[in-house]
Nanobody, 117 residues
Framework: QVQLVESGGGLVQPGGSLRLSCAAS????????MGWYRQAPGNQRELVAI???????NYGDSVKGRFTISRDNAKNTVYLQMNSLKPEDTAVYYC???????????WGQGTQVTVSS
């Protein structure tokens, strides 16, 4: 079992920045990549960014150049630095990982990010 706990969401004005954190605990040896997804009301959940244990990254098109994902393997924590935030970034952000052997998906509880003036 893996547990994911997110923190760092909140209200920010357009153009502002926020940093999300996701701490993993439990059977860490069974996971490789970690990532962030988001879901706005009425929309499907979409990929924001993922990072492998080796540091390889991939981003959703809408956040490229504005968001940066990073990882501290010693702390089993992944971060999402969000800059130049736009109102359309408003969503619940979920931390995600997958058991590399069983394929089971793990999700955090979600953290709300609201971009509004």
């Amino acid at each position: 079992q893996v547990q994911l706990v997110e923190s760092g969401g909140g209200l920010v004005q357009p153009g502002g920045s926020l940093r999300l954190s996701c701490a993993a605990s439990g059977t860490i040896s069974r996971i490789n990549f970690m990532g962030w997804y988001r879901q706005a009301p009425g929309n499907q959940r979409e990929l924001v960014a993922i990072i492998t244990s080796a540091g390889g990254t991939n981003y959703g098109d809408s956040v490229k150049g504005r968001f940066t994902i990073s990882r501290d393997n010693a702390k089993n924590t992944v971060y999402l630095q969000m800059n130049s935030l736009k109102p359309e970034d408003t969503a619940v952000y979920y931390c995600h990982t997958k058991d590399r052997y069983s394929g089971y998906d793990y999700w955090g509880q979600g953290t709300q990010v609201t971009v509004s003036s």
